[in-house]
């Protein structure tokens, strides 16, 4: 199985690639190509696609609603199926709902495009724990472990006509089932990278063996950096594979503390499990 990054914030030096504060992931393996998310914008979307030779995908994970995992989607919506079937997209329902980020009083809107109808995608909801093929999980049912991940203020969600803190009920993470353990892929793991890990670990019963994607620890407190890279050390995976939101500061810390183990992540970055 292979995983290659097509969006991250940073792209290879020596790579023709686009970089953006988006996500994008893709899954190859068991002649099935599955993506976890599209980045912000379709021309990043297609142009990483075009430049890495990937001209088909099968599946679509939205790993939550912001427009950072979700706004590439148009360059894929009607065009990337196989054999005249359309590409099949996984999300929750809440991804739909009105996502802001309230910051020094201003109010900007950072939710799924307001231009798809989600009637003329190739759809599957997702509201649970769902095996979607032999090995891969999509994943949900995250508990509130570590007690140090609080999910930040600033982000909100529009419900019932009131701007609510976002608890992120739509987030959906892909677990893949390997012999060596469980591979976890995060978008943003908003609800923290130390729940969802704890979380799927728990569920499943077996180890992790890698963490690939975000990990919001971009505007984290040192001290929950810490905190985090100290329970990644308990869980001890052997891949760990950092970035999108992650930050400097713990993409930092993450490389001093566990060296040739830790990738960071950036368009164009490739791993084999
Ligand atoms: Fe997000
Ligand atoms: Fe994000």
New binding site residues.
């Given amino acids: 199985m292979k995983i290659r990054c097509i969006v991250d914030n940073r792209a290879g030096l020596k790579s023709n690639l686009y970089a953006e ?3 994008s992931l893709l899954v190859e393996g068991n002649d099935q190509n599955f993506m976890v998310d599209t980045g912000q914008t379709p021309l990043v979307l297609e142009h990483n696609l075009d430049s890495m030779g990937i001209t088909a995908v099968d599946g679509v994970l939205m790993s939550h609603g ?1 427009n ?2 979700t706004g590439g989607i148009f360059a894929i919506k009607d065009t990337m199926g196989i054999n005249g079937v359309k590409t099949k997209f996984y999300m929750h329902p809440g991804v739909l709902g009105q996502k802001f980020a309230l910051l020094d009083g201003k109010q900007r809107y950072i939710g799924f495009p307001t231009s798809i109808d989600v009637e003329t995608l190739n759809l599957e909801w997702i509201s649970e724990n769902t095996r979607i093929s032999d090995d891969m999980w999509i994943f949900n049912q995250v508990e509130d472990h570590s007690g140090f991940e609080p999910i930040p203020e600033y982000l909100k969600v529009m419900e019932n006509g009131k701007c609510s803190p976002d608890k992120f009920k739509d987030e959906l993470n892909l677990v893949i089932k390997t012999e060596k353990g469980l591979v976890v892929i995060s ?2 793991a908003h609800k923290g990278i130390v729940n969802i890990l704890n979380s799927v670990s728990e569920y499943f019963q077996d180890d992790i063996y890698g963490v690939i994607g ?1 990990s ?1 620890l971009m505007d984290a407190p040192r001290e929950r950096i810490q905190k985090t890279v100290e329970s990644f050390k308990k869980l001890n995976p052997e891949i760990i594979a950092l970035g ?2 992650t930050g400097f500061d713990a993409l930092c810390l993450f490389k001093k503390e566990f060296g040739e183990k830790f990738i960071p992540l950036e368009s164009g970055a490739e791993l084999s499990i």
């Fill in positions: 504060h988006g996500f912001h950072d995992h978008g943003c975000g919001h999108h939101c």
